[in-house]
T-cell receptor
């Protein structure tokens, strides 16, 4: 049973565009929501994370928007660059679960020059 | 900057053989995690250690899988009698308590 649903599966934008990746979760016990970026042949690297008591968090060109009542959160990448082309994963951690992460299915982003 | 190190990076083996992977976490990280990632999917949790104690195991971790972290530092993941379905990327991550997990670059396992 997939507890974190991610969409779209793939996304193509032009350089400078603002790709938006969405995630929805079911388990209200989740208390921490990170986003990871993964390049081919590499492990996931933490980009940015948010807790449910905050509605928005911005770090550089990356912004997370969080809607607790809808159990949804999204990643926005401002002024996207070809170097941002990668697979992005949202994840969620259940409180008291020893930091174990449940990942979404991933979004493959391509930023065209 | 020493990150999470995994060895080997690639392993090709025949069905039915045993394989062992090693993970060296970031020093002073007392939590260590194993995940499995199949092509086009997100990582799936396998197991978790706090120091040398294995505190949680996923139902994905069948009897053929065993993980150890004998001295609370490096960890090994062994798969016995490998099957085609074991082909995947095996990722290790480490963290301090309640801090973000940092992932290694994984061991890609291919079963012939």
């Amino acid at each position: 049973q997939q507890q974190v649903k991610q969409s779209p599966q793939s996304l193509i934008v032009q350089k400078g565009g603002i790709p938006i990746i969405n995630c929805a979760y079911e388990n209200t016990a989740f208390d921490y929501f990170p986003w990871y970026q993964q390049f081919p042949g590499k492990g996931p690297a933490l980009l940015i994370a948010i807790r449910p008591d905050v509605s928005e968090k911005k770090e550089g060109r990356f912004t997370i928007s969080f809607n607790k009542s809808a159990k949804q959160f999204s990643l926005h990448i401002m002024d996207s660059q070809p170097g941002d082309s990668a697979t992005y994963f949202c994840a969620a951690r259940r409180a008291g679960a020893g930091n174990m992460l449940t990942f979404g299915g991933g979004t493959r982003l391509m930023v065209k020059p | 900057d020493t990150g999470v190190s995994q060895d080997p990076r690639h392993k090709i083996t025949k069905r039915g053989q045993n394989v062992t992977f090693r993970c060296d976490p970031i020093s002073e990280h007392n939590r260590l995690y194993w995940y499995r990632q199949t092509l086009g999917q997100g990582p799936e949790f396998l197991t978790y250690f706090q120091n040398e104690a294995q505190l949680e195991k996923s139902r994905l971790l069948s009897d053929r899988f065993s993980a150890e972290r004998p001295k609370g530092s490096f960890s090994t993941l062994e798969i016995q009698r490998t099957e085609q379905g074991d082909s995947a990327m095996y990722l290790c991550a480490s963290s301090r308590p309640n801090q973000p997990q940092h992932f290694g670059d994984g061991t890609r396992l291919s079963i012939l």
